[in-house]
T-cell receptor, first 114, second 110 residues
Framework: ETGVTQSPTHLIKTRGQQVTLRCSSQSGHNTVSWYQQALGQGPQFIFQ???????GRGNFPPRFSGLQFPNYSSELNVNALELDDSALYLC?????????????FGQGTRLTVV | TQLLEQSPQFLSIQEGENLTVYCNSS?????LQWYRQEPGEGPVLLVT?????EVKKLKRLTFQFGDARKDSSLHITAAQPGDTGLYLCAGATGNTPLVFGKGTRLSVIA
């Protein structure tokens, strides 16, 4: 069984630039969620994709956008990067209908905006 | 807005001691998960509880879901340095996205 993998693991960008983060979901999982985790905080929900459609969104501005592909992998795009976007970005995959909403996380992408 | 409050925020104990971490909310959840996260890594799922009053054990870790499904606790017996990490609780209602607490950062000193 293949786990959730994210790329890249680390990234440094300049304020105002754009970034794309990638996630391969766990085998058999059709739902992908993205979270932002600032230092010392719990993960904050950005949005969720189910069968290639956005299926819920947290309190993040439109410059945070995403995609899900037919193989259920996903991308998170952030435009016009701000210093406060520096965080660990986590992708989680799940399969609705299981024992609760069990989510399995990747190792994360550490984004630093300078 | 569903909120999960975790306490304590930080905990530093000696190897061999017992500890309990709490996760509380005013909202009812259909399921609650506990995760452990190490620095620079993603959270790793420890357990899921779905029934009010449910108790699950994972070696030295005991998880309990409150009768009203609004709160949960994690008890660790005879803590070891390998238990060090950030413990996160997360709740969901139906298939809604998980809502996370801010976590309890545990340090077990040998």
């Amino acid at each position: 069984e293949t786990g959730v993998t994210q790329s890249p693991t680390h990234l440094i960008k300049t304020r105002g630039q754009q970034v794309t983060l990638r996630c391969s979901s766990q085998s058999g999982h059709n739902t992908v969620s993205w979270y932002q985790q600032a230092l010392g905080q719990g993960p904050q929900f950005i949005f969720q994709y189910y069968r290639e459609e956005e299926n819920g969104r947290g309190n993040f501005p439109p410059r945070f956008s995403g995609l899900q592909f037919p193989n259920y992998s996903s991308e998170l795009n952030v435009n016009a990067l701000e210093l406060d976007d520096s965080a660990l970005y986590l992708c989680a995959s799940s399969f609705p209908g299981g024992r609760g909403t069990e989510a399995f996380f990747g190792q994360g992408t550490r984004l630093t905006v300078v | 807005t569903q909120l999960l409050e975790q306490s304590p925020q930080f905990l530093s104990i000696q190897e061999g001691e017992n500890l309990t971490v709490y996760c509380n909310s005013s909202s009812v959840f259909s399921s609650l998960q506990w995760y452990r996260q190490e620095p620079g890594e993603g959270p790793v799922l420890l357990v899921t509880v779905v029934t009010g009053g449910e108790v699950k054990k994972l070696k030295r870790l005991t998880f309990q879901f409150g009768d009203a499904r609004k709160d949960s606790s994690l008890h660790i017996t005879a803590a070891q340095p390998g238990d060090t990490g950030l413990y996160l609780c997360a709740g969901a209602t139906g298939n809604t996205p998980l809502v996370f607490g801010k976590g309890t950062r545990l340090s077990v000193i040998a």
